[in-house]
Nanobody
Framework: QVQLVESGGGLVQPGGSLRLSCAAS????????MGWFRQAPGKEREFVAI????????YYADSVKGRFTISRDNAENTVDLQMNSLKPEDTAVYYC???????????????????WGQGTQVTVSS
């Protein structure tokens, strides 16, 4: 079992940056595939980025590729999402998620993930 708590959301102007962090508890974190998803009002939850348990593999949604970077620190039980060149369409609640199995899809759906944080709001607006 893994418990997840996100932090770092907020209001930022277009073109700005934010760094989200997810703190995990549980002894299985280092073998858990981790990811970030987001959900905008009236829309379904969508995949943003995922990272393998070792950190050697990561995949991104086309909409954030080149702007967002996912990373993890298994010693600290954290997974971060660095978001640069933010756009208004990035506005959403961002969720940290964990999966007991390895990466089987480079564009997963939320249903493939087992553990979820409570979410943190990111608003991109001038």
């Amino acid at each position: 079992q893994v418990q997840l708590v996100e932090s770092g959301g907020g209001l930022v102007q277009p073109g700005g940056s934010l760094r989200l962090s997810c703190a995990a508890s549980g002894r299985t974190f280092s073998t858990t595939t981790m990811g970030w998803f987001r959900q905008a009002p009236g829309k379904e939850r969508e995949f943003v980025a995922i990272i393998s348990w070792s950190g050697r593999s990561s995949y991104y949604a086309d909409s954030v590729k080149g702007r967002f970077t996912i990373s993890r620190d298994n010693a600290e039980n954290t997974v971060d999402l660095q978001m640069n060149s933010l756009k208004p369409e990035d506005t959403a609640v961002y969720y940290c998620a964990g999966r007991k199995l390895g990466i089987t899809s480079r564009t997963p759906t939320s249903g493939e993930y087992d553990y979820w944080g409570q979410g943190t709001q990111v608003t991109v607006s001038s």
